[in-house]
């Protein structure tokens, strides 16, 4: 029976972080179809970027949202892909938020 009991606790647990991995899987992965989705390739400068424009707006998005200093070239990425990624990125910075919370109370 003690078996049984730690075995189903463990399930549970086990259970429950693929829960939360899985949502930062998806959280990550429909930003980044987004971002190659939505945005129009001609809002891209260089043309050899637009086989991969979530790869070159990705940076400017990590940097505008996590608060970081950036420069004005980011800043005017970060604000196209705000204009056709809007929902994704606010989704990315409440579970980069939540992460970041979590940490903070573990450690505390």
Do not use: H, R
């Not at 606790?9 to 987004?34: H, P, Q, R, T, Y």
């Not at 970060?78 to 980069?96: H, N, P, R, V």
């Amino acid at each position: 029976m003690k078996l049984f009991t730690f075995l189903l606790v463990a399930l549970i647990s086990f259970s429950g972080v693929c829960d939360e991995i899985k949502e930062g899987i998806d959280v990550n992965f429909n930003l980044l179809n987004c971002l190659d989705d939505k945005i129009p390739n001609n809002s891209i400068e260089d043309p050899e970027d637009w086989d991969a424009k979530s790869l070159v707006l990705l940076p400017s998005v990590i940097e505008n949202t996590m608060g970081n200093d950036s420069s004005n070239a980011s800043k005017k990425l970060f604000a196209l892909t705000m204009k056709y990624c809007d929902k994704e990125i606010l989704s990315f910075k409440e579970y980069f938020e939540k992460q970041a919370n979590k940490k903070i109370n573990k450690d505390t």
